[in-house]
């Protein structure tokens, strides 16, 4: 069974989805097998991370900005990338280094995430964007 979540972002952040990936196993029915997400773009990824303490969030967005800065920082200036703007190649960075697919065992129609994990998609660029996410469940 297969289904696109599409998430609306305004700039770079961690957009909780669990919720909504929850809602669809419901939806199907699924019992046990194995979720596989993937984000289908270059310049965003996916993460399972805390739940509770959105500074969690908020320190991994700004990790992220201190290893990848924009492209007109000083210490990126080795770039050659930038016909799509100063936080494209950055973007891209930052999904080499950041999960863009995933896969969650499911037991009894439910996921078998931590108390405090949740399904994040990481926006890295600055623009608006929908982005798509592509799931699968495989009954197991």
């Not at 210490?75 to 863009?100: C, Q, T, Y």
């Not at 623009?127 to 009954?139: C, E, K, V």
Request: proline letters at 7%; glycine letters at 8%; hydrophobic letters at 40%.
């Amino acid at each position: 069974m297969n289904h696109i979540f599409t998430i609306a972002t305004d700039g770079p952040a961690c957009h909780d989805f669990t919720r909504d990936v929850v809602s669809w196993l419901h939806r199907i029915g699924a019992g046990d097998g194995i979720l596989t997400l993937l984000v289908r773009h270059t310049s965003a990824s996916l993460l399972i991370q805390e739940n509770a303490d959105p500074d969690v969030r908020r320190d991994l967005l700004g990790w992220l900005d201190r290893i990848a800065p924009q492209a007109d920082h000083p210490s990126m200036g080795w770039l050659s990338h930038r016909l799509e703007g100063p936080d494209d190649m950055p973007a891209h960075l930052k999904a080499a280094i950041l999960p863009v697919s995933l896969q969650i065992p499911v037991t009894a129609g439910r996921m078998e995430l931590g108390t405090w994990q949740g399904i994040y998609l990481v926006e890295h660029r600055r623009a608006p964007h929908r982005r798509q996410i592509a799931a699968r469940f495989q009954p197991g």
